[in-house]
């Protein structure tokens, strides 16, 4: 297996071995960060939460973070009656300051690459957490690490998730077994790494979902059709096992990613989250859009007016709910939480109040009295249920849910700021006595009066020639773009960085979006960004756009800012020369 590399003159590939040795460094990586925070290095993190955010192109991010939370509280709790917590703490420390060189993954080919000399404590205390998890989480953790670890989320000027790219393709090598079956000498083992790991989360899911039941509903097995059940924690728990699908990747056949509905995952999801007493961070940045004189979409301006950050605990209050609190008081400011992050989007003189209000402060007032947890789950219902490239089109769920809920539905009051009745994330509770598709009709009903429908963020105009992107550009009350871990504090300082800058400019975003490495930019010029989504060369596009608007330096980031500046510097000299 080593010589193959050698003796190839295409692609460099991985050794098997190398590619073990990877997935088990980056389980280890995962584990001392659920169980001892952040690495950072003298003031640099250098493995933190957004190292578990694996991007694999299902749209099921909010189930990773939630799980990587749960497990969290999981392995915590097993260290801490083990009496082994503070032990394991200083066995990562040792650990850390050993793995200070560790190649990234880009540099690891042969299994020399990486460093193996773990203590022996060490690596005792790692067995006995997998013996305690069993060997789904711990597929889970490690896949979710290592896949995070393969591409990056770009954002644009105001700090908003516009879509993910893959670093590169992650080939290794064949085994003799792959390559009698017919294939070549190496392969991309993301995309078999992506079903591994999509099947564990699906499974983890279905598990814990016996745990939202409410009290006296035994967890029983799961037939071979679906049945009708009573509530609708048992409703949803019904329906996310029976609407399992597969998404084909192009070119990957036999690699699909596993995922279910999306509103059922997102029902048992919040229940969990309340179970666990897990905090959630809400960021809710608002953006003005005002179109042009003759209404063109592709002439409108944005301007970020304001970035509320939110943090919620669960409170048995109300059949079970979320509280806000004020993080510091709370004495969670540095606990990772499931940040759902989002965005308003509002013309000043547009009708309507409370969260479809054009005014930042009734807006930001109304945010703060509604329930987190059903802007969640209206959420759920509002996002498509299965992503493109789902095969067949995935299940029919509204037989599904018909056969699960039965024909008739009673009646939900449903606005977007909350439910009036019949609510609660207790499984326990009283107040539960909606039914999954009472709430799902309801939904739909909000869904369309406030036209909730598609509010992505941007749209590429043409994938095929690979033109610019175009913003939205119409009320949206809220959405949430990605859903990932983070902490208040972190939050906090992020948005109000962000806003700053913002605030302190006339410069305003424009509606078409280029990327530049991995931010987006945007520009008037419609026809000028499709031509640079084409151009290889960081600093003729920076260039281009501060040409056309020299003001927009201010969004640069900092690479990109000492760009602009040394090739400044550079065609002054040129001049004076």
Request: with cysteine; hydrophobic share 35%; net charge positive.
């Amino acid at each position: 297996m080593n010589n193959l590399n050698k003796t190839m003159k295409g692609p460099r590939f991985r050794d098997i071995d190398a590619w073990e040795a990877l997935k088990k460094r980056d389980f280890e990586y995962a584990i001392n960060l659920l169980a001892s925070g952040e690495w950072t290095i003298d003031g640099v993190i250098k493995d933190g939460w957004s190292s578990l955010d694996a991007r694999v192109g299902g749209e099921r991010c909010h189930e990773t973070a939630l799980l990587a939370l749960i497990l969290r509280r999981l392995v915590i709790t097993y260290l801490r009656d083990k009496k082994l917590l503070e032990e394991f703490k200083a066995l990562v420390t040792e650990y850390r300051a050993d793995h200070v060189r560790d190649k990234r993954w880009t540099n690891i080919f042969k299994v020399q690459d990486i460093y193996v000399g773990n203590s022996d404590r060490y690596n005792h205390i790692v067995g006995s957490i997998i013996n305690f998890i069993g060997p789904e989480w711990t597929i889970f953790i490690g896949s979710a690490r290592t896949l995070a670890s393969f591409s990056v989320l770009s954002t644009m000027e105001c700090g908003l998730s516009v879509y993910y790219r893959r670093l590169g393709d992650v080939l290794l090598a064949t085994s003799k077994q792959q390559r009698a079956a017919g294939m070549g000498e190496y392969y991309d083992a993301e995309y078999p790494l992506r079903t591994t790991f999509t099947h564990a989360s699906f499974k983890l899911i279905e598990k814990l979902s016996a745990q939202i039941l409410p009290k006296g509903v035994s967890e029983k097995p799961f037939g071979p059709k679906p049945r009708a059940r009573e509530t609708l924690p048992e409703q949803a728990r019904e329906m996310f096992h029976f609407s399992k699908a597969n998404k084909i990747s192009p070119r990957h056949n036999n690699s699909s990613i596993i995922l279910g509905s999306f509103s059922a995952s997102m029902q048992i999801l919040v229940r969990l989250c309340w179970l666990y007493k897990i905090p959630i961070t809400l960021c809710m940045p608002r953006l003005r859009y005002e179109k042009a004189a003759d209404g063109s979409t592709s002439m409108a301006t944005y301007k970020l007016t304001s970035a509320p950050v939110r943090t919620y605990v669960a409170t048995e209050k109300a059949g079970g709910s979320f509280k806000m609190v004020d993080s510091i008081q709370e004495g969670i400011e540095d606990e990772p939480c499931w940040k759902l992050g989002g965005y308003s989007m509002y013309h000043e003189s547009q009708p309507g109040r409370l969260l479809s209000s054009g005014n930042d402060d009734e807006y930001i007032k109304a945010l703060d009295q509604s329930d987190v947890g059903h802007l969640m789950s209206l959420f759920g219902f509002v996002h498509r249920e299965y992503p493109l490239q789902t095969e067949s089109g995935g299940v029919d769920l509204v037989a599904l849910q018909s056969s699960i809920c039965g024909g008739i539905a009673q009646s939900a009051e449903l606005t977007l700021e909350g439910i009036n009745s019949g609510w609660g994330w207790n499984p326990n509770g009283q107040m539960n006595n909606l039914s999954l598709l009472s709430l799902s009709i309801a939904c739909d009903e909000v869904t369309s009066q406030y036209n909730l429908k598609d509010m992505v963020l941007a749209h590429q105009r043409n994938t095929t020639v690979k033109t610019s992107y175009r913003m939205q550009c119409k009320p949206i009350p809220f959405t949430f773009d990605h859903i990932d871990i983070s902490t208040p504090r972190h939050e906090q300082a992020k948005w109000i960085d962000i806003l700053t800058k913002h605030l302190s400019t006339t410069e305003p975003m424009y509606a078409n979006l280029f990327v530049v490495g991995n931010t987006f930019y945007s520009m008037r010029d419609e026809a000028e960004a499709d031509r640079l989504m084409l151009v290889k060369n960081d600093n003729q596009k920076i260039n281009s756009l501060l040409e056309r608007h020299p003001k927009h330096d201010v969004f640069l980031t900092r690479k990109h800012k000492a760009k602009s500046d040394a090739f400044q510097k550079r065609s002054k000299e040129e001049i004076r020369i």
